[in-house]
């Protein structure tokens, strides 16, 4: 992936497989410290650089059933 600059906004898309849904993205900077989200809608979420790494973790669910 491409070196992001302090300051940049970042993009990230989360695009889950057929039949499931994200549950959880978190962006985490070096110490730890979670970085906040903006949604953007249609599964595109930003975040302002930090100056260090960052770490992005997403966490999909099977999608469940409705039932009437």
Do not use: W
Request: hydrophobic content about 30%.
């Amino acid at each position: 992936p491409p070196l992001e600059v302090k300051g940049s906004t970042v993009t990230i898309t989360a695009k889950p497989d057929s039949g499931y849904q994200l549950d959880d993205l978190t962006v985490t900077d070096k110490n730890g410290k979670e970085l906040k989200l903006t949604d953007k809608g249609n599964g595109k979420y930003t975040f302002t650089m930090p100056a260090s790494k960052v770490e992005v973790n997403a966490t999909f669910v099977k999608e469940v059933g409705r039932y009437r």
